[in-house]
């Protein structure tokens, strides 16, 4: 299989991308999800969320202090 870069990859082989999904070849082609929740039913006008590529997660955050997180209620993903 050849992945949107350009990159081969074996069947039956698993990966993660850049922005974090992750794939699997197989003879049928290339299948990719994503690896991670996305935050919803949180105070927007309060909190903030921030994606880390690294880890692959979001936090939420309060806009004007990153160093108190906010209650999520509900991630889709």
């Given at each position: 299989?050849?992945?949107?870069?350009?990159?081969?990859?074996?069947?039956?082989?698993?990966?993660?991308?850049?922005?974090?999904?992750?794939c699997?070849?197989?003879r049928d082609?290339?299948?990719?999800?994503?690896?991670f929740?996305?935050?919803?039913?949180?105070?927007?006008?309060?909190?903030?969320?921030?994606?880390?590529?690294?880890?692959?997660?979001?936090?939420?955050?309060?806009?004007?202090?990153?160093?108190?997180?906010?209650?999520?209620?509900?991630?889709?993903?």
């Amino acid at each position: 299989c050849r992945d949107s870069k350009g990159e081969l990859h074996e069947f039956d082989s698993h990966w993660r991308t850049d922005d974090c999904h992750d794939c699997s070849c197989s003879r049928d082609g290339i299948d990719c999800c994503s690896s991670f929740a996305t935050p919803a039913g949180y105070n927007e006008d309060k909190c903030v969320s921030i994606f880390n590529k690294e880890t692959c997660t979001y936090k939420v955050v309060e806009k004007d202090d990153h160093s108190k997180e906010c209650p999520v209620h509900n991630w889709v993903g």
